[in-house]
Structure formats: C-alpha cells, structure tokens
C-alpha cells in the first residue's frame, strides 16, 4: 500500500469505529446517552464549515524605529517609511511576511528574508525632514565636516556609506565614523 492510501484506509477505519462503535456507547457524564446522539441532537448544528484559506501562524512584537529607517525583527533588520524614525511600531511576522504596523494602521509590508539578512536601505531621510535625533546617524552628519576637511574626504564618506562591503546600513554609518575620526585626528 502507498503511504496515501494507506491514510485513507485509515481514516475510512477511523470514522466506522466512531460511529460503529464509539458513538453508540452509553455515557455516564451524558445522562446515558450515547456520544453520537448526543453529537447529532446538539453540537451538529453548532459546527461551521472550515475556511477557504488555512490558518496562517503569525507572531506578533513591538519593534524600535532606529535612526537608519530600520527595525529589527527577530536578528533580521527591515526599512521602514523615515517619519517613523523613533518611534515604537508593531509587527506582525508569518514564515513569508513582515507586516510593519504604526497606530493600527499598516505602513510596510516586506517578504520574509533569512534570519540575520537585513532588507536593502531604499534611500534616506529627506535633508528638509531631517531632525538632530536623526542626523545623528545619517550621512549629512559627516558630510559638513568632511567637506570642511577638504580633498576627497567628503566623497570617501560618501562611498562608505554607500558602501556594497558593508553588510548593514549601521556598519556603514559605523564606518564612515571612524573615517571622520581618523581624518580629524590627522589635522585635516
């Protein structure tokens, strides 16, 4: 026998012992009744047909919007709309999807990518949005002092941060601060 028919032989043996056997039994917790009187008369009527879609298992968290327009599900980092920048939002996590909610509402949707993988930055703040809690951590916050620097100190900023070597956005932030320091430590 293959392993489909096999299953169902044995659900076909299944359902004859319930209604054979089983259900016809008298009960004590149900008056005397038998389970399959009891099941026709009362709970047949209570049942709903199953959903056309499966159930699909989901986690929920909350996650911190940090200043490169990332949050971090799990070890996994995604981006989300910059005006988010600071604040808590909520995530909805499946095996195929990441749902990126802010006050109920949903602002992002991204596929699901391999643990430890981050989603890939789609571009920064906008220079007119930007605020001190933000520029902190965005490329404008060495590109002033670069400049002032001279040379091509401000285009190797540039290129760090838009590095494909580095793995995140924040090692390339990370990167592009000890660039800043050792030319500032340099006298340039």
């Known amino acids: 026998m293959t392993p489909t028919c096999e299953t169902e032989h044995f659900q076909a043996e299944a359902l004859t012992w319930s209604a054979g056997t089983a259900g016809r039994r008298q009960c004590r917790p149900l008056g005397g009744a038998s389970p399959l009187s009891v099941f026709e008369a009362v709970e047949a009527k209570a ?3 199953l959903p056309d879609k499966p159930f699909v298992l989901a986690c929920w968290s909350t996650a911190a919007v940090r200043p490169d327009i990332h ?3 799990g070890r996994t980092l995604y981006s989300v709309p910059w005006k988010l920048i600071g604040r808590k939002v909520d995530v909805r996590s499946t095996a195929t ?3 990126v909610f802010h006050g109920g509402d949903l602002v992002k949707t991204h596929a699901a990518l391999p643990c430890g993988s981050s989603f890939p930055l789609l571009g920064w703040v906008p220079r007119a949005a930007r605020t001190p809690t933000s520029r902190k951590s965005t490329p404008d916050t060495y590109e002033l002092p670069s ?4 040379g091509s100190s401000s285009s190797v ?3 760090c ?4 070597t580095s793995r995140t956005p924040t090692r390339r932030i990370t990167a592009a601060h000890a660039k800043h320091a050792l030319e500032s430590d340099n006298g340039r």
């Open 71 to 73: 949050i971090k599900v």
């Open 97 to 99: 999807m990441v749902q």
């Open 157 to 159: 900023v540039w290129d």
């Open 47 to 49: 049942l709903l047909p």
């Open 161 to 164: 941060m838009g590095s494909s």
């Open 147 to 150: 400049a002032k620097a001279g």
